[in-house]
């Protein structure tokens, strides 16, 4: 968590046009850092009412999506995504799709 608040202050103040790969980079970052707390906090609640369990873990999902999505929007063209990724970024994308899936997962249905 502390890690997250550290890096979202100079996301807020980097620009985001003359920064373009490290402001992607620290997006990235962020959304791993949400993702690690997301599935931390699944494992320490394992032994919990499934009912508790999923209300518990309901801000951390929304906060590892949120920060998921803010990602892959700034590789999207047009609003949709990308037909072909730069190598440089691939690892990443895929990276944060899946993380993104597996946040979506949390979701009781």
């Known amino acids: 968590k502390r ?3 550290l890096l ?3 996301l807020r103040e980097l620009n985001e046009n003359a920064y373009v790969q490290i402001y992607r980079q620290a997006l990235f ?3 791993t850092i949400r993702s690690d707390m997301l599935e931390l906090r699944t494992v320490q609640l394992e032994d ?3 009912q508790r369990r999923n209300a518990k873990l309901a801000p951390f999902v929304a906060d590892a999506i949120a ?3 803010e990602f892959l929007r700034r590789l999207d063209k047009d609003g ?3 037909d072909k990724v730069d190598d440089e970024s691939a690892h990443a994308y895929v990276n944060s799709r899946l ?3 597996r ?3 949390r979701i009781p249905s």
């Open 103 to 105: 946040a979506h997962s």
């Open 67 to 69: 920060a998921h999505t």
């Open 80 to 82: 949709k995504p990308p």
């Open 99 to 101: 993380s993104l899936s």
């Open 8 to 10: 979202q202050l100079p």
């Open 29 to 31: 970052d962020m959304a």
């Open 48 to 50: 919990e009412p499934e």
């Open 3 to 5: 890690r997250a608040e």
